[in-house]
């Protein structure tokens, strides 16, 4: 363990802890961020009407809208001659999201990622290869500095290209890798093409996030790469990752690093808290950050979570894998999907290789969903290149009638010859829509 004083800490010192730097939290945005000082106002609340950390419900919620209403600067807490580094999302839709880091949150988020390390399996004396972007998202950097911070050595070799991946592989023989599961089993693909087998790679441990991701995808990894992988979660607005990780001992739900954020299950419709172990959207408040410190941020995350005791020895409160934001959500007539439901069902099907995409399309007025999969080299040859085949037809209505019986859509499955499917150089492209394409016209 990378800190058991914190990650270890008996539930009521912690509980105690939180409080304490809740309320400091609470004070310092009051004090200097005009966008809380106003809701805290309007709410007729005062930071010391805190006085339990049952209290965080009388707070007000933030959004990502209030992020873009307040781009680039407006909920920063310290001056910019504090910031050290800045960080953003992408924004897909309208103005990026923008937050800021002092020399303490730096420092903060590097120990937070070093204990993840620790709990997938890393040691000092790792060598590790990261192959999270690079740059204005928080993945590259965020993982760069956990390495550092643990003493482990660090490759820093962002997304893309896989041919000099599989290279540094070979030669500098890492223990340990992060990237998004896409990419990883990009990279495994080619390895293979190259004629080597990943399996034999000095690889032993991966963290994976960035990306939705399902235990089907668990038993892919590891099978094809013979190592542990571990989920690691986090998002810009509360840190970056390392917010919370699965040790590899268990594998069985994220260790929040509870004495820097607090997390809080809620319906999204009530906006009530729900019981432990009943699912809703994750909330979290940040404890310790000084640039930009957050209240009860609405992630869109949804996720359950349980307070029982782990056999890796940490006390820190688990949450469940999340399956996907809101964002990735597709609806489709009506039904609501995760991409990572699709994936689980298509990851149990054999002679499929584990990439695959979602387009919607549009015919006359009817929106429609085809899923594109792509059969492996093995059942290629076996169909001799036919993919009106018979075995071809059998999956096809197998996966079809699994889909309507899990995701509760009808979909039509689209058989696509190896190789033909979009390889990951970083995050996948689950989602195509292609509903504004005009039809052609001959
Ligand atoms: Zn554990």
């Not at 340990?176 to 093409?193: F, V």
């Amino acid at each position: 363990m990378y800190n058991p004083q914190f990650e270890m800490m008996d539930a009521n010192e912690m509980a105690s802890l939180q409080l304490e730097r809740l309320r400091k939290t609470v004070q310092k945005v009051y004090d200097n961020v005009a966008f809380y000082r106003e809701k805290f106002d309007e709410l007729g609340i005062s930071p010391n009407d805190i006085g339990s950390l049952a209290d965080i419900t009388k707070l007000p919620f933030t959004k990502k809208v209030d992020l873009r209403n307040n781009y680039p600067f407006g909920l920063f807490a310290v001056g910019q001659e504090d910031i050290v580094r800045l960080h953003g999302s992408s924004g897909t839709s309208g103005k990026p999201t923008v937050v800021g880091y002092t020399a303490n949150d730096v420092n903060m988020w590097a120990e937070v990622v070093a204990r993840s390390i620790v709990a997938a399996g890393g040691k000092k004396t790792d060598i590790f290869q990261n192959t999270y972007g690079y740059g204005l998202f928080t993945g590259g950097i965020g993982l760069h500095y956990g390495v550092e911070a643990l003493g482990a050595t660090v490759v820093p070799m962002s997304g893309g290209n896989t041919d000099r991946q599989i290279t540094i592989i070979e030669d500098f023989k890492p223990r340990g890798i992060a990237g998004t599961p896409s990419y990883i089993l990009n990279i495994a693909e080619k390895m293979r093409a190259r004629g080597i087998d990943p399996r034999d790679s000095s690889l032993e441990y991966g963290i994976f996030g960035a990306e939705p991701w399902s235990e089907e995808m668990r038993q892919k990894l590891e099978e094809e790469l013979g190592l542990k992988a571990v989920d690691i979660y986090g998002l810009s607005e509360i840190i970056g990752p390392g917010v919370s990780i699965e040790c590899h001992e268990a594998q069985d739900g994220l260790h929040i690093q509870e004495d820097h954020f607090f997390v809080e299950v809620i319906d999204p419709d009530t906006l009530l808290p729900v019981p432990d172990g009943e699912e809703g959207e994750l909330v979290f408040t940040s404890l310790t950050k000084e640039a930009f410190p957050i209240i009860r941020y609405r992630t869109g995350d949804i996720s359950s979570i349980t307070r029982e005791k782990c056999i890796c020895g940490r006390t820190t409160t688990r949450m469940s894998r999340v399956k996907g934001r809101t964002d990735d959500m597709i609806i489709i007539r009506g039904v609501n999907v995760f991409p990572s439901e699709v994936e689980r069902v298509l990851l149990q099907i054999e002679s499929l290789v584990p990439h695959y995409q979602i387009h919607l399309v549009r015919k006359q007025t009817l929106d429609l969903v085809e899923l594109h999969v792509e059969i492996d080299d093995r059942m290629y040859q076996k169909i001799a290149g036919d993919l009106e085949h018979e075995l071809v037809v059998g999956m096809k209505k197998k996966i079809e009638k699994l889909m309507k019986t899990t995701c509760l859509v009808s979909m039509d499955i689209v058989f696509n010859v190896p190789q033909t499917i979009p390889r990951s150089e970083g995050k996948a492209i689950r989602v195509v829509d292609r509903r504004q394409e005009q039809p052609v016209t001959v």
